[in-house]
Nanobody, 124 residues
């Protein structure tokens, strides 16, 4: 079974930093993209940052320049370094991993999996 275990969330003062980690397991044929999303109550889940297996990154405009995504492919782990946090960053963050799967015909497919979410709270 695929599992994504998140850690690093918590309470921090405005201007502070947190580092989120997400370790994936069970992706039998490896992982392509990994990323972080966040979702506030009553809102759609939104992209924070993604990173491919080759290291290509993408960031939401709201976090660009403040957050840095990275990954350790050998450990199947993705990180999100969050600096200059502000109260608007207070939300549940979810880890995502696109697992490489193989279908009946032997073709690779990507299947997305989600972590349980970790709460980040930034006090003003």
């Amino acid at each position: 079974q695929v599992q994504l275990v998140e850690s690093g969330g918590g309470l921090v003062q405005a201007g502070g930093s947190l580092r989120l980690s997400c370790a994936a397991s069970g992706c039998r044929f490896g992982i392509e993209a990994m990323g972080w999303f966040r979702q506030a109550p009553g809102k759609q889940r939104e992209l924070v940052a993604t990173i491919t297996s080759a290291g290509s990154t993408n960031y939401a405009d709201s976090v660009k320049g403040r957050f840095t995504i990275s990954r350790d492919n050998a450990a199947n782990t993705v990180y999100l370094q969050m600096n200059s946090l502000n109260p608007e960053d207070t939300v549940v963050y979810y880890c995502n991993a696109d697992c490489k799967m193989i279908n009946y015909y032997g073709d690779y497919e990507l299947v997305g999996y989600w972590g349980q979410g970790t709460q980040v709270t930034v006090s003003s």
